[in-house]
């Protein structure tokens, strides 16, 4: 689906510093992108139904005021949204009057066995882009239960600029520590992502991937990212290269059935951007939303931070 033409001048790629998101300033549109990357945490309208693991109690209408609040405040151009059930509960934290909503195919699938976790984008009316195919090959056991990535390419003057493909892979594989059975399924997936970029690559097609990786991929030594990265003519970089998540967000406690507030310093989302994109050494674009100490008292929002970067062109 392509929406009304807008002019993006992305050829020549900037970096804006901001390490810190100023929750009271909304972000400015001039000549900028601002990509946003959120694992909304199975937000539903009807959360007593959700996945069986799921014991806490259901998200109220004052959370999704909270959580719609946090969107407005970093005012995405683009939204990568993770674990998501339906258009429906999108829309309870983004206003849908004013992006286009893209969710993968594989809701679609009818596979009522799993609870509904689904990933997508939501582009600000006025941005121009295309929906390419899902890549399903993510879903390596091929039954619907692994995430399919959603991809869509934004235009400028009716060309393609810039290719976006939106993730969620599976978890319990965190780091080169970890060895269990979610480890090879993860590295399968890997191996379906460094395709993918290859093909990017051999096309000329500036690329970002965004998402929960559900992996530490800046940690030194990672072996999947040192695969990804290994033999590729422009080298990929990581946005959280370098860095400490500062994101507090909420657990629940199964056994003291009660919310707790966690903070983990290693980065499981991620953007990772084609080496084609050009840096500019002395900034830098990514920014991390941290939750407030009344945010976190008040409001069940994500165990996850959003996390943004902004292109300047």
């Excluded at 929750?23 to 990509?35: E, F, G, I, K, M």
């Excluded at 939204?79 to 258009?87: G, K, P, S």
């Excluded at 934004?154 to 493909?165: I, S, T, Y």
């Excluded at 040192?226 to 406690?253: D, E, I, M």
Aim: hydrophobic fraction near 35%; charged fraction near 20%; include cysteine.
């Amino acid at each position: 689906m392509i929406s009304p033409p807008v002019r993006y001048l992305l050829l020549l790629w900037g970096i804006i510093a901001s390490d810190i998101v100023i929750a009271d300033v909304p972000h400015s549109r001039s000549n900028s992108l601002t990509l946003t990357t959120w694992n909304l945490s199975w937000l539903a309208v009807d959360e007593t139904n959700r996945h069986s693991q799921s014991t806490a109690p259901p998200r109220t209408s004052r959370d999704y005021l909270a959580m719609a609040a946090i969107i407005k405040t970093i005012s995405p151009d683009v939204l990568a949204f993770q674990e998501v059930a339906d258009h429906q509960a999108i829309g309870k934290v983004i206003p849908l009057n004013n992006y286009q909503i893209e969710f993968s195919s594989r809701k679609d699938k009818g596979n009522n066995d799993i609870w509904p976790q689904f990933v997508g984008f939501a582009i600000r009316n006025g941005i121009q882009y295309v929906r390419h195919p899902d890549l399903h090959q993510l879903d390596v056991w091929d039954n619907q239960y692994l995430r399919y990535g959603v991809d869509i390419s934004l235009f400028q003057q009716g060309q393609p600029a810039l290719r976006l493909l939106v993730v969620h892979l599976k978890s319990g594989c965190y780091s080169n520590r970890h060895r269990n059975k979610n480890c090879p399924v993860l590295a399968e997936q890997f191996e379906v992502l460094d395709g993918w970029i290859s093909e990017r690559q051999a096309h000329q097609q500036p690329f970002i991937i965004l998402g929960d990786f559900n992996r530490r991929l800046a940690e030194k030594g990672d072996t999947l990212w040192q695969h990804l990265t290994s033999g590729k003519l422009q080298v990929p970089r990581l946005s959280t290269q370098g860095r400490q998540s500062q994101c507090r967000s909420q657990a629940y406690n199964k056994r003291k059935k009660q919310w707790e507030v966690r903070q983990y310093p290693s980065f499981i989302d991620h953007f990772i951007i084609d080496g084609r994109i050009p840096k500019n050494d002395s900034q830098h674009s990514y920014s991390e939303y941290r939750y407030s100490d009344q945010q976190l008292k008040h409001y069940r929002l994500s165990d996850h931070c959003p996390q943004s970067i902004t292109l300047q062109y």
